[in-house]
């Protein structure tokens, strides 16, 4: 069987071992211990409660058609999702032509719901243009404020920002204004504009600080402007995939140096459906990562690990109406969460579909750069049975270009090994620069191992993926010397497990420096991590030193 047959069994494999090892997953649903917050609407309370979870404010139902006005939005209660026909709305993207195609084609939009207490919730800050409400959180209120033509609406443009009450007698008091919040204007000086926050505060703030729309929301559904597209210097970058199953993690608390870009797996072609993409994105989770120095490209999938992918995929390619309708949807999506980029996972694609995945790419590029975000594509390396991805052709429409440089040896490999020794990662990315330029290509890093348990012949027993902090603790209460391979360019440690034996070749700092060097030999783009909650918090050191501060690997040859 060809290796690419087996991706979906793989990356399901992955999913299940990341669920066991902890990833959080609340399944959309939260319990008493969520904390109630009292809602007001033009600073008027209305005797209803609604939630702050990871930086979403999240309001009941019950308010949509009252106080959260759109005809074009209905509630699915089965489905616990909010409907939008977007064709419906009054939507504005960054030009006409992009708007066009998504008005035309994106049909039906959904937004999740969440149960809190066996009611549903809508999240407000991915709706707020929806229903013209702005919003702000002080204490344990969320405050709105419907939009109003007459008002001038600006947001706060970036963090730290104070304001003051007067502009005489040393300033009046200092006010704290959170990046991205929503501001009225109600009059300017030469240096300062006069403001009015949601939770009506006049102040005054520097007019650099914030960025007044020039649209007037109040008669739009929503507004997509063009983003200023990140454009890569003579720095490495770094990228790390979020795994997402139905509820986005939290962000990293903290911004690592050695980390550029978190790219959570939030939309889904649904298979066999009718080219609508299943939408798990979240906007607090966008606007954490914006606030602690992050950028956010949104992983879009063919939902390569269900059942029907690979024949639904040759349809859609071949379908105008499948095509569109995805490739809208992916656009707007990723628009709605504030992403700053897209990065397209399609594996498990049929080799007569090269044409059609190029194809593909090209129709997403060409809204993408309309959109100012960033397109990436993730391929296989180089192999006979990879010729689904025509690497050369595919380079010509997308920013970057990952290769993933793992699974040498995966869940179905029929001998145990290492995930991604160095001869073979660098055999991959030699044959991979044969088709894509250096400046284009970021090099896949495994931040996880298997723990492969074999019998007395060498046959497998079992193989699970394993995090590095979980063969931390593994090596530790088993007392292990893990011994380096000079080879392979990584620690490995085996041991008596019953009548069998557990081996690991072992993920650490060293090995990952060993990698990272390629990237400084071979002059590529940087690197593209799977996946950031597989990580132990020191290994973002590394990447900082080797692909920001262009240090040598000879730092990190530490004994594990």
């Not at 032509?97 to 549903?120: C, E, H, M, S």
């Not at 720095?235 to 903290?254: G, I, N, Q, R």
């Not at 593994?474 to 034996?501: C, F, H, M, R």
């Not at 002059?523 to 240090?551: I, R, T």
Request: proline fraction near 4%.
């Amino acid at each position: 069987m060809k290796k690419k047959m087996l991706l979906g069994f793989m990356v399901l494999c992955l999913l299940v071992t990341a669920l066991l090892e902890g990833i959080t997953m609340n399944w959309f649903s939260f319990g008493a211990d969520a904390d109630a917050y009292q809602l007001y609407v033009n600073n008027k309370s209305i005797g209803q409660t609604g939630y702050y979870i990871n930086n979403t404010p999240y309001l009941p139902v019950s308010l949509i058609g009252t106080y959260a006005k759109n005809p074009g939005i209905t509630v699915d209660q089965a489905g616990q999702k909010l409907v939008i026909n977007l064709s419906a709305q009054n939507i504005m993207m960054a030009d006409d032509t992009t708007t066009n195609f998504v008005k035309t084609y994106a049909g039906n939009v959904y937004i999740p719901l969440r149960k809190i207490q066996d009611a549903l919730y809508f999240p407000l800050n991915t709706t707020e243009q929806f229903f013209k409400l702005s919003y702000s959180i002080s204490g344990k209120t969320i405050r709105m404020r419907a939009y109003s033509g007459s008002d001038k609406i600006a947001r706060v443009n970036q963090s730290n920002v104070k304001a003051v009450t007067s502009l005489v007698n040393g300033g009046g008091n200092s006010i704290d204004l959170a990046n991205h919040e929503t501001v009225y204007i109600t009059g300017e000086t030469d240096n300062y504009y006069k403001i009015t926050t949601e939770n009506d505060v006049n102040a005054y703030v520097l007019k650099d600080f914030v960025t007044i729309s020039e649209i007037d929301l109040s008669k739009l559904d929503f507004y997509a402007p063009k983003k200023t597209k990140y454009k890569r210097g003579t720095e490495k970058l770094s990228v790390a995939w979020d795994y997402v199953a139905t509820v986005t993690p939290s962000c990293p608390a903290s911004k690592y140096k050695g980390l550029d870009v978190l790219s959570p797996t939030w939309f889904d072609l649904i298979t066999n459906g009718d080219g609508s993409v299943e939408n798990n994105g979240d906007k607090g989770y966008t606007d954490d990562a914006h606030a602690r120095g992050y950028m956010v490209w949104a992983t879009i999938t063919n939902n390569m690990s269900t059942k029907g992918s690979t024949a639904f995929t040759t349809k859609t390619f071949n379908n105008s109406g499948l095509l569109n309708k995805s490739v809208a949807q992916y656009i707007f999506y990723s628009c709605l969460y504030d992403a700053d980029g897209i990065n397209i996972d399609y594996e498990d694609v049929s080799d007569s579909d090269a044409a059609g995945l190029v194809a593909f790419t090209a129709l997403m590029r060409n809204y993408t750069e309309r959109q100012g975000l960033v397109l990436s594509i993730d391929t296989l390396i180089p192999r006979p049975w990879t010729i689904e991805y025509d690497r050369s052709a595919l380079a010509k429409y997308v920013d970057y270009l990952v290769v993933m440089t793992y699974d040498e040896h995966y869940a179905g490999s029929p001998a145990a090994g290492s995930i991604a020794s160095l001869p073979w990662v660098e055999e991959a990315i030699q044959a991979t620069l044969k088709e894509v330029p250096a400046s284009k290509l970021l090099m896949g890093v495994p931040l996880y191992t298997r723990i492969w348990t074999v019998d007395s012949t060498g046959k497998i027993v079992s193989n699970p993926a394993a995090n590095m902090p979980a063969v931390r603790s593994t090596i530790a209460s088993k007392k292990l010397t893990p011994v380096w391979l000079d080879k392979e360019k990584q620690y490995y440690v085996e041991y008596p497990n019953g009548t069998d034996t557990s081996k690991i070749w072992i993920e650490d700092s060293r090995s990952i420096s060993n990698r990272l060097n390629l990237v400084s030999k071979y002059n590529l783009a940087g690197a593209a991590c799977w996946q950031f909650s597989q990580s132990e918090e020191k290994v973002w050191d590394v990447f900082y030193g080797m692909l920001k501060q262009k240090k040598s690997m000879s730092e990190y040859q530490l004994p594990y």
